[in-house]
């Protein structure tokens, strides 16, 4: 799919151990450093959940940020599901 710098979202599942090791953190540096949008959140589960948008480059980037995840961290799956952007979100947060 072309990127025509159209602006997409992305639900994204983080899976492996992700919690306590920085991850939200990463993430957040990650998704500022390529200009996308929205929030980061542990889940119950011991998965880490991402709510992204931004254009459809940046999206694809930033998610094979998140398969490497910082030191410390062992990713074993990332699940993403595309759609529409809302325009809701006006920075990247940490919940």
Known sequence: ?????E???ARILV?????????RAFTCRM????GVRGGVE????GQVAVEAEG?????EEFVTDLKKGPVGARVTQVQVEWGHATGRYHDFTIK
Do not use: C, E, F
């Open 31 to 34: 998704a500022v450093s390529r």
């Open 1 to 5: 799919m072309a990127d025509t710098g």
């Open 15 to 23: 899976s492996g151990r992700v919690q306590g090791v920085g991850y």
């Open 42 to 45: 542990n889940l119950d589960s």
């Open 55 to 59: 254009s459809r480059g940046a999206l």
């Open 7 to 9: 602006s997409v979202r």
